[in-house]
């Protein structure tokens, strides 16, 4: 199966710190090597090349013409950092009419200071007003996104070259919002809500925050008209441009998942999709993928005809996330839909606070990079399968976003986390029973929904059973085509709501909803209604652990010559295998292996497949299990070479200011946050200290690795060392300086320098304290980071060693370098002396085979990214996933004495960590997860604290030898 250029991944490209053409285009060239099919060009935190300068459109240029040779795809990113509207400043800055507002209500004796010209109205003794945040947009103002696009997508078409522009892909818009803070407000919405409505949307304001008469229609409007404005005015605008000038849009809003949280940001998320060409969300986290974000996109894709759903995801992971975990994530991604995939992110440069940036960059510093094109292969070859087959599914699910409306009031939101609980809990229920079903949004169902004969169309879908969740309203559209639907023959099925809440239609009371009402099969709960759906829609016949596994159908007219319908199954945990067993009613089943792109037949007339997932494994049939292999156990044992250097992380230093002592002991990242509250320029002595033990050879060479050397006066106990790097390990940022000959005990290396950052630094970082777009695109003049000594040493903890969750283990310091040993059993390599090592280790052992016989090569546990693995001198393959499992070809196991090596490859994570949480290992890595304090760029707390070290498990349990 060949893979084409557009279902190959386009990875965020985090353009952080000075562009240099060429290495742009080195950049390039590897990430085609990998199989990456294009990036997106992203302007983040740490830019040091003026963005939209001559020199940024120098770069764009470069990197364009270096995609066009190696054929890859080039995207333009529409904004610096996020969330994009406000063009860099330049939109909001034009004034309040462009600037984002918010819709308040206070009470009179509270308006004193409240300037006369935001005050809106006053009823009743409240008083309404808007609230402004001079850093972002107004998204409601069609004549606010006409400026972004002036300033931002026609600055490209202007200023780029004909071939340039020519070959850009498209545009990423990224988390456009209406708010983050209550309830959004625009200067328009007077007039749009009379035109809509025929009413005085200021007469009604009262009803926004409290149950007054006539409250639930007053909601559905005002928020039915946002959702509508926002859609139109902000994302049909920029998609019409771009359609115009031949490029395609894709990207995300905000915080699509729950009820509440689209609701103030978006009005309701699923009528925004229908304005990309390839919609998107995102996931961030090492954990469970949302359902109902994911499912809301692909079923609006589905109703409108989207062949293409992206997700950005991987954010947040942390740098120990391995192929494993990514597989398994995205997998529950491609199962509900999503076949395009947005790793965040790659990092032009990971010097200063760039490598805490939402953690890990998936790049050229990670020890795997040579690795990644099998897992860019693999999802690649998925998610094009599934696109080239077609969604039927036959069963509807309403939304309850109009629901949500009515009982929001920006306050404690009455009963509406009940019903988005409801709307969860049969989304799962029905994906446990492998249940097809998309969702029907009541916007959109206004626009497309009509009925024909028994079946509820929407768009270019055709449903045969409608499943009302617990709701409290629908549209009048909705109720006119469900009493159609009804009539001839269609059928509903409800969740009963608790204590009887009334129905009501646009908010509104309506005597003749009873009858239709009356026509519905009501459920107690939404199990109920699962089972019931499930006997007449289950995709197929499973037993055995079947609640685990998240299934999709594909339908292809014409595969290789025949019909065909290919089934996708994942188990949904990453802990726990799951034993099913599928059953099939006489016709040819094939397994596809995403590996190689092949289909295997499964054994003639086997039609009951029984069939074990591995955590987080998946199977793909068209509508072929290899038979396991014998083993046994003999046991090695192993020499151990190291292919990289280790490195021991000197994260905390004695510091002085202008001669006087700040700190005996700070983390040095926080010592950036102290340096900066002086607000001038200030003179920074930097100690670090590390322990030698007696038994280690002080001749043996080590390296320092420092970020931006050229900026410090370097010496190692007391002697000055020549600051200019020679070379540089995982990533430029991190430039090695040799150091001279070390000693027994305690050595220093101090680091002087003058601090110095720009006014418009502490200009920045005050409006970044305020909102997100700012701190999104913040840079410093210079950055003050962790250390590291790098060499062939090994690093032994003095303290105690603590193991606790997620394959980790706490250690207490002080830390030595000491001789490393030669001899591992493999299983534990960070505590072999690796606590901190990032990097590539081979292990070579022998064993003998008498009386074996073994035809696999099997691992039982593995805490690394990549085994390599070589049989007397054969290669076996590459493990990047369950089931950790390679073959043993005939002829090549001895039945005396065999050679095995085995090379490991693992990540940066116990190298830059976060180390110091108390939670351990994190699933949820931010830039605030490696502070002990508050960061000096936002206002919650940080996460709890351990002064000791967290670092993560490294090595291999076998099963068989």
């Not at 309701?268 to 919609?279: L, S, W």
């Not at 009356?518 to 939404?526: I, P, R, S, T």
């Not at 020499?639 to 002085?656: I, S």
Request: glycine share 8%; aromatic share 12%.
């Amino acid at each position: 199966m060949e893979i084409r250029t557009d279902f190959r991944p386009v990875p965020f490209w985090s353009w952080n710190d000075v562009l240099v053409p060429e290495e742009l285009r080195h950049q390039v060239r590897e990430m085609h090597d990998k199989g990456i099919g294009g990036f997106f060009m992203h302007a983040r935190g740490g830019l040091l090349t003026k963005y939209f300068s001559k020199e940024w459109f120098d770069a764009v240029e470069a990197t364009v013409d270096e995609a066009i040779k190696v054929g890859a795809e080039p995207w333009l990113y529409d904004e610096n950092g996020w969330p994009s509207g406000f063009g860099n400043g330049m939109v909001n800055g034009l004034g309040e009419k462009y600037q984002q507002k918010y819709l308040r209500m206070t009470s009179e004796e509270k308006a004193a200071d409240i300037p006369v010209s935001r005050i809106i109205a006053k009823i009743d003794c409240k008083v309404f007003y808007y609230d402004v945040n001079p850093y972002y947009v107004d998204n409601l103002d069609a004549e606010v996104t006409h400026e972004f696009i002036r300033q931002v997508y026609e600055a490209y078409k202007e200023k780029l070259s004909p071939r340039a522009w020519a070959a850009v892909k498209g545009f990423f818009t990224d988390e456009p919002q209406l708010s983050r803070n209550g309830v959004p407000w625009s200067l328009i919405l007077p007039d749009e809500y009379r035109a809509a409505y025929g009413r005085d949307l200021l007469s009604e304001l009262p009803a926004i925050f409290t149950q007054c008469e006539g409250y639930r229609a007053v909601r559905v409007r005002y928020w039915s008209l946002l959702t509508r404005l926002f859609r139109d005015n902000f994302l049909r605008q920029i998609h019409d441009w771009c359609e115009a000038n031949g490029k395609l849009l894709t990207g995300h809003h905000v915080l699509e998942e729950t009820y509440e949280a689209q609701l103030y940001s978006n009005g309701a998320i699923m009528p925004q999709y229908e304005f990309y060409h390839i919609p998107g969300v995102d996931w961030l986290g090492r954990t469970t993928p949302n359902a109902v974000g994911l499912n809301q996109l692909q079923s609006v894709a589905a109703q409108t005809g989207k062949e293409r759903l992206l997700v950005e995801t991987f954010a947040l992971c942390g740098w120990n996330v391995n192929f494993q975990d990514m597989r398994w994530m995205y997998q529950l991604q491609m199962a509900r839909g999503i076949n395009f995939l947005c790793q965040h992110l790659e990092s032009y440069s990971l010097r200063g606070a760039r490598k805490r940036d939402y953690p890990a960059s998936l790049f050229q510093h990670q020890p795997w990079w040579d690795k990644y094109r099998l897992f860019n292969d693999y999802v690649s070859r998925i998610g094009q399968l599934l696109a080239d087959g077609v969604s039927k599914t036959p069963v509807l699910v309403l939304h309850g976003q109009s629901t949500a409306w009515t009982e929001y009031n920006c306050g404690d939101n009455g009963r509406l986390s009940m019903y988005y609980s409801s709307f969860a809990g049969l989304t799962a229920q029905l994906e446990a029973r492998q249940v097809p079903f998309h969702y029907g949004d009541e916007t959109i169902i206004a626009e497309k929904g009509r009925v024909n004969g028994s079946k509820f169309i929407v768009g270019l879908q055709s449903y045969e059973l409608v499943v009302l969740p617990k709701l409290n309203n629908i549209s009048a559209t909705e109720k006119s085509l469900l009493e159609e639907f009804a009539k001839n023959g269609g059928r509903i099925i409800g969740v009963q709501v608790a204590n009887n809440d009334a129905y009501t239609v646009d908010g509104e009371q309506d005597a003749s909803l009873q009858a239709l009402l009356d026509k519905v099969y009501w459920c107690h709960d939404e199990e109920e209604v699962a089972i019931l759906v499930a006997k007449m829609y289950q995709l197929c016949e499973i037993s055995g652990d079947r609640g685990k596994i998240i299934a999709t159908r594909r339908i292809f007219a014409d595969f290789q010559g025949a019909p065909a319908e290919l089934l996708f199954f994942v188990n949904s945990s990453n802990a726990e295998a799951a034993e099913v067993s599928f059953h099939f009613q006489g016709t040819p089943v094939a397994r596809f292996m995403p590996d190689t792109g092949e289909f295997v037949s499964v054994e003639a007339g086997q039609f009951d497949i029984p069939y074990r997932f591995e955590p987080g494994g998946s199977l793909l049939l068209m509508v072929r299990p290899v038979a396991k292999a014998s083993s046994t156990k003999p046991a090695p044992t192993y020499q151990m070479e190291l292919l990289t250097p280790n490195t021991l992380t000197l994260d905390t230093c004695r510091c002085y200011v202008d001669g006087k002592l700040l700190a005996e002991k700070i983390e040095t990242i926080s010592l950036m946050a102290e340096a900066l509250k002086f607000e001038k320029d200030v003179n920074l002595r930097l100690e670090f200290e590390f322990q030698v033990a007696d038994s280690f050879d002080t001749g043996k060479p080590l390296m320092l690795l420092v970020e931006s050397p050229e900026i410090f006066a370097i010496s190692f106990n007391g002697e000055k060392l020549d600051s200019h790097a020679n070379g540089f390990l995982f990533d430029q940022a991190f430039a090695t300086i040799p150091l001279p000959p070390c000693k027994h005990g305690v050595n220093i290396v101090t680091l002087e320098t003058l601090f110095h950052q720009e006014p418009e630094v502490y200009a920045n970082i005050r409006a970044a304290r305020i909102f997100e777009a700012e701190r999104n695109k913040l840079s410093f003049n210079m950055e003050l980071e962790s250390i590291y000594i790098a060499g062939d040493f090994a690093v032994r903890n003095l303290g105690s060693r603590e193991l606790i969750g997620r394959n980790a283990e706490r250690l207490e310091g002080p830390f030595v370098i000491d001789t490393l040993g030669h001899e591992s059993d493999g299983s534990n390599l960070q505590n072999d002396g690796l606590p901190f090592f990032a990097g590539k280790v081979k292990l070579t052992g022998r064993f003998d085979a008498t009386c074996c016989n073994c035809n696999v090569f099997r691992f039982s546990q593995f805490f690394a990214n990549v085994a390599e693995v070589r049989l007397n001198g054969v290669e076996l393959g590459a493990l990047v996933w369950r089931p950790y499992d390679l073959a043993i070809p005939h002829g090549v196991l001895r039945e005396k004495e065999n050679l095995l090596e085995i090379t490991l490859t693992n990540n940066l994570r116990n190298l830059l960590g976060p180390h110091h949480l108390k939670e351990g290992e994190s699933w949820g890595v931010t830039p605030w997860s490696f502070f002990k304090d508050k960061h000096f760029c936002v206002s919650s707390l940080p996460p709890q604290w351990n002064d000791k070290t967290c670092i993560v498990r490294f090595g291999f349990e076998l099963d068989n030898l």
